[in-house]
């Protein structure tokens, strides 16, 4: 199971559809039905009801709502640190300087 398809199943159980949760992900609606459709096969579960043009959640999908969402929250975290320690604004400066110029140059 990628992000991209956590990504999919949480998208379209908060939005009610597979047009709408294409939409919020700003991918076609094709892709969202592969997603789901390789989601699973990989589980061997239907995450899915489709009742004509309504989606209806079913008891697998539904228990696996809440890791899914900490799994997609704690990716979004890791990307969040890896951009902090890029842009330096994260992490541990250390210099090493001989201690009469941290006595006078360092503060």
Same mark, same amino acid.
């Given at each position: 199971m990628n992000l991209g398809q956590v990504e999919a199943l949480i998208a379209v %159980? $908060?939005? +009610?559809?597979? !047009?709408?949760? #294409? $939409?919020v992900l700003r991918i076609s609606q094709p892709s969202i039905t592969r997603r789901l459709q390789a989601c699973e096969a990989e589980l061997g579960v239907a995450l899915f009801m489709r009742l004509g043009r309504v989606m209806r %959640?079913? @008891? #697998? +999908?539904r228990s696996m709502l809440g890791p899914a969402r900490?799994?997609?929250? @704690? !990716?979004? @975290?890791?990307r969040a640190?890896?951009? !902090? *320690? *890029?842009?330096?604004t994260a992490g541990t400066l250390r210099i090493g300087a001989l201690p009469s110029l941290v006595a006078t140059e360092a503060p």
């Open positions: %159980v $908060d939005y +009610g559809s597979y !047009a709408a949760a #294409a $939409d %959640v079913t @008891e #697998a +999908g900490r799994m997609l929250r @704690e !990716a979004h @975290e890791l640190l890896a951009a !902090a *320690q *890029q842009n330096l």
